[in-house]
Protein backbone atom coordinates (compact mmCIF):
# COMPACT_ATOMS: atom_id res chain seq x y z
CA UNK A 1 0.00 0.00 0.00
CA UNK A 2 1.58 3.45 -0.84
CA UNK A 3 2.09 5.78 1.88
CA UNK A 4 1.20 9.61 2.11
CA UNK A 5 2.84 11.17 -0.61
CA UNK A 6 3.92 15.28 -0.88
CA UNK A 7 5.68 17.09 -2.53
CA UNK A 8 8.12 19.62 -2.47
CA UNK A 9 10.48 18.25 -0.11
CA UNK A 10 12.11 21.29 0.41
CA UNK A 11 11.22 24.78 -0.55
CA UNK A 12 13.28 28.03 0.15
CA UNK A 13 11.51 31.23 -0.89
CA UNK A 14 11.56 34.92 -0.06
CA UNK A 15 9.14 36.86 2.35
CA UNK A 16 6.18 37.88 1.08
CA UNK A 17 6.40 35.34 -2.07
CA UNK A 18 4.00 32.80 -2.40
CA UNK A 19 4.04 28.75 -2.18
CA UNK A 20 1.69 26.08 -2.58
CA UNK A 21 2.42 22.49 -1.38
CA UNK A 22 0.71 19.32 -2.73
CA UNK A 23 -0.48 15.98 -0.86
CA UNK A 24 -2.02 12.93 -1.90
CA UNK A 25 -3.55 10.54 0.61
CA UNK A 26 -3.13 7.08 1.68
CA UNK A 27 -6.17 5.51 -0.95
CA UNK A 28 -9.46 5.26 -0.03
CA UNK A 29 -8.85 7.39 3.65
CA UNK A 30 -11.47 9.92 3.23
CA UNK A 31 -9.98 12.73 6.11
CA UNK A 32 -6.95 14.73 5.46
CA UNK A 33 -5.06 16.67 7.93
CA UNK A 34 -2.09 19.68 7.12
CA UNK A 35 -0.09 20.69 10.26
CA UNK A 36 2.50 22.95 10.55
CA UNK A 37 5.53 21.62 12.96
CA UNK A 38 7.83 24.79 13.47
CA UNK A 39 11.27 23.55 15.00
CA UNK A 40 11.42 22.76 18.56
CA UNK A 41 7.48 21.94 18.56
CA UNK A 42 4.91 19.42 18.04
CA UNK A 43 2.56 19.03 14.86
CA UNK A 44 -0.29 21.84 15.18
CA UNK A 45 -3.38 21.41 13.54
CA UNK A 46 -3.89 23.54 10.19
CA UNK A 47 -6.73 22.07 8.81
CA UNK A 48 -8.96 19.07 8.27
CA UNK A 49 -10.99 17.71 5.70
CA UNK A 50 -13.80 14.98 5.79
CA UNK A 51 -13.75 13.91 1.67
CA UNK A 52 -13.85 17.08 0.22
CA UNK A 53 -15.02 19.63 3.07
CA UNK A 54 -13.94 21.22 5.77
CA UNK A 55 -14.31 20.10 9.63
CA UNK A 56 -12.00 22.25 10.84
CA UNK A 57 -9.69 25.52 9.96
CA UNK A 58 -9.62 26.98 13.38
CA UNK A 59 -6.17 27.52 13.33
CA UNK A 60 -5.61 27.93 10.12
CA UNK A 61 -4.32 32.20 9.33
CA UNK A 62 -6.90 32.74 6.75
CA UNK A 63 -5.50 35.97 5.83
CA UNK A 64 -2.39 34.19 4.17
CA UNK A 65 -2.87 30.66 4.09
CA UNK A 66 -5.51 28.72 1.73
CA UNK A 67 -6.40 25.05 1.12
CA UNK A 68 -8.56 23.63 -0.96
CA UNK A 69 -9.37 19.33 -1.42
CA UNK A 70 -11.67 19.76 -4.55
CA UNK A 71 -12.31 15.95 -5.80
CA UNK A 72 -12.17 14.60 -2.33
CA UNK A 73 -9.26 13.30 -2.68
CA UNK A 74 -5.55 14.92 -3.27
CA UNK A 75 -4.88 18.32 -1.46
CA UNK A 76 -3.11 21.89 -1.68
CA UNK A 77 -2.10 23.99 0.69
CA UNK A 78 -0.90 27.71 -0.20
CA UNK A 79 0.84 30.57 1.71
CA UNK A 80 0.76 33.89 -0.14
CA UNK A 81 2.41 35.86 1.25
CA UNK A 82 4.99 33.83 3.02
CA UNK A 83 6.69 35.52 6.32
CA UNK A 84 9.26 34.32 8.14
CA UNK A 85 6.92 32.80 10.95
CA UNK A 86 5.95 30.50 8.21
CA UNK A 87 9.60 28.48 8.14
CA UNK A 88 8.74 25.23 9.07
CA UNK A 89 7.71 21.69 8.26
CA UNK A 90 4.17 20.86 6.76
CA UNK A 91 2.85 17.61 7.10
CA UNK A 92 0.09 16.47 5.66
CA UNK A 93 -1.71 13.17 7.27
CA UNK A 94 -4.33 11.30 6.17
CA UNK A 95 -7.01 8.43 8.21
CA UNK A 96 -9.98 6.18 7.44
CA UNK A 97 -12.25 9.12 8.76
CA UNK A 98 -14.66 9.45 11.14
CA UNK A 99 -15.24 7.30 14.59
CA UNK A 100 -12.19 5.72 16.34
CA UNK A 101 -10.65 5.56 12.72
CA UNK A 102 -9.31 8.99 12.90
CA UNK A 103 -6.73 8.63 15.72
CA UNK A 104 -4.79 6.35 13.48
CA UNK A 105 -3.48 8.82 11.09
CA UNK A 106 -0.63 8.26 8.68
CA UNK A 107 1.38 10.58 7.89
CA UNK A 108 3.82 12.05 4.97
CA UNK A 109 7.38 12.63 4.44
CA UNK A 110 6.76 16.48 5.38
CA UNK A 111 7.77 19.61 3.33
CA UNK A 112 10.34 21.75 4.44
CA UNK A 113 9.92 25.06 3.85
CA UNK A 114 12.55 27.93 4.65
CA UNK A 115 11.75 31.77 4.35
CA UNK A 116 14.17 34.23 3.96
CA UNK B 1 -6.45 24.84 23.03
CA UNK B 2 -5.96 21.32 24.41
CA UNK B 3 -2.96 21.39 26.41
CA UNK B 4 -0.32 18.36 26.19
CA UNK B 5 3.36 18.65 27.80
CA UNK B 6 6.12 15.99 27.61
CA UNK B 7 9.17 15.84 29.50
CA UNK B 8 12.31 15.87 30.03
CA UNK B 9 12.49 17.88 26.39
CA UNK B 10 15.64 16.13 26.09
CA UNK B 11 17.65 13.47 27.17
CA UNK B 12 21.11 11.65 25.83
CA UNK B 13 21.14 8.01 27.00
CA UNK B 14 24.02 4.96 26.66
CA UNK B 15 22.63 1.84 24.62
CA UNK B 16 21.61 -0.87 26.93
CA UNK B 17 19.88 1.61 29.08
CA UNK B 18 15.77 1.99 29.77
CA UNK B 19 14.51 5.30 29.01
CA UNK B 20 11.00 6.58 30.53
CA UNK B 21 9.53 9.40 29.11
CA UNK B 22 6.12 11.38 30.19
CA UNK B 23 3.48 13.02 29.01
CA UNK B 24 0.53 14.91 30.85
CA UNK B 25 -2.77 16.07 29.42
CA UNK B 26 -5.89 17.87 30.08
CA UNK B 27 -8.96 16.16 30.21
CA UNK B 28 -11.84 18.15 28.63
CA UNK B 29 -13.38 15.77 25.84
CA UNK B 30 -10.93 13.01 26.29
CA UNK B 31 -11.35 10.02 24.24
CA UNK B 32 -7.22 8.68 23.70
CA UNK B 33 -3.26 9.33 24.37
CA UNK B 34 -1.40 8.14 21.02
CA UNK B 35 2.65 8.05 21.06
CA UNK B 36 4.72 8.73 17.82
CA UNK B 37 7.98 8.61 16.98
CA UNK B 38 9.47 11.18 14.28
CA UNK B 39 12.71 10.41 12.83
CA UNK B 40 13.91 12.36 10.05
CA UNK B 41 10.04 14.11 9.43
CA UNK B 42 6.92 12.16 9.37
CA UNK B 43 5.69 10.87 12.75
CA UNK B 44 4.99 7.18 12.64
CA UNK B 45 2.23 5.71 15.04
CA UNK B 46 3.19 3.68 18.12
CA UNK B 47 0.23 3.24 20.48
CA UNK B 48 -3.03 4.64 21.16
CA UNK B 49 -4.38 4.36 24.78
CA UNK B 50 -7.86 4.26 25.83
CA UNK B 51 -7.87 2.51 29.34
CA UNK B 52 -6.59 3.66 32.46
CA UNK B 53 -3.77 0.72 34.08
CA UNK B 54 -3.73 -1.74 31.08
CA UNK B 55 -0.27 -1.71 29.65
CA UNK B 56 0.72 -2.07 25.83
CA UNK B 57 3.74 -3.15 24.28
CA UNK B 58 5.94 -3.56 21.66
CA UNK B 59 9.04 -5.30 21.55
CA UNK B 60 11.09 -3.42 23.86
CA UNK B 61 8.76 -0.48 23.94
CA UNK B 62 5.90 -0.17 26.18
CA UNK B 63 3.23 2.66 27.52
CA UNK B 64 0.47 3.28 30.18
CA UNK B 65 -1.96 5.30 30.55
CA UNK B 66 -3.42 7.03 34.42
CA UNK B 67 -6.56 8.84 33.30
CA UNK B 68 -7.10 9.95 37.39
CA UNK B 69 -3.79 11.68 37.30
CA UNK B 70 -3.87 12.59 33.88
CA UNK B 71 -0.49 11.39 32.51
CA UNK B 72 0.92 8.51 30.12
CA UNK B 73 4.61 6.84 30.21
CA UNK B 74 6.31 5.23 27.43
CA UNK B 75 8.95 3.08 28.08
CA UNK B 76 11.90 1.92 25.93
CA UNK B 77 14.57 -0.85 27.33
CA UNK B 78 17.72 -2.44 25.93
CA UNK B 79 18.14 0.90 24.35
CA UNK B 80 19.60 0.91 20.50
CA UNK B 81 21.00 3.65 18.09
CA UNK B 82 17.88 3.42 16.15
CA UNK B 83 15.26 4.57 18.99
CA UNK B 84 16.99 8.27 19.04
CA UNK B 85 14.50 10.18 17.52
CA UNK B 86 11.88 12.81 18.70
CA UNK B 87 8.88 10.85 20.56
CA UNK B 88 5.60 12.97 20.39
CA UNK B 89 2.93 12.35 22.30
CA UNK B 90 -1.14 13.75 21.77
CA UNK B 91 -4.37 13.48 22.84
CA UNK B 92 -7.42 12.88 21.09
CA UNK B 93 -11.13 14.75 21.36
CA UNK B 94 -13.69 14.06 19.41
CA UNK B 95 -12.16 14.32 16.06
CA UNK B 96 -8.52 15.64 16.48
CA UNK B 97 -5.31 15.44 17.82
CA UNK B 98 -3.35 17.37 19.98
CA UNK B 99 0.60 17.15 20.35
CA UNK B 100 3.13 17.91 22.63
CA UNK B 101 5.95 19.42 21.84
CA UNK B 102 8.44 15.98 22.00
CA UNK B 103 11.08 14.46 23.55
CA UNK B 104 14.01 14.42 21.61
CA UNK B 105 15.92 11.02 22.56
CA UNK B 106 19.68 10.45 21.85
CA UNK B 107 20.86 7.29 21.80
CA UNK B 108 24.78 6.69 22.12
CA UNK B 109 26.50 3.89 21.55
Known amino acids: EAGVAQSPRYKIIEKRQSVAFWCNPI?????LYWYQQILGQGPKLLIQ????????DSQLPKDRFSAERLKGVDSTLKIQPAKLEDSAVYLC???FGGGRRFEEQFFGPGTRLTVL | EDKVVQSPLSLVVHEGDTVTLNCSYE??????LLWYKQEKKAPTFLFML????IEKKSGRLSSILDKKELFSILNITATQTGDSAIYLC?????????FGAGTTVTVRA
Open chain 1, 49 to 56: FQNNGVVD
Open chain 2, 90 to 98: ARSNDYKLS
Open chain 1, 93 to 95: ASS
Open chain 1, 27 to 31: SGHAT
Open chain 2, 27 to 32: VTNFRS
Open chain 2, 50 to 53: TSSG
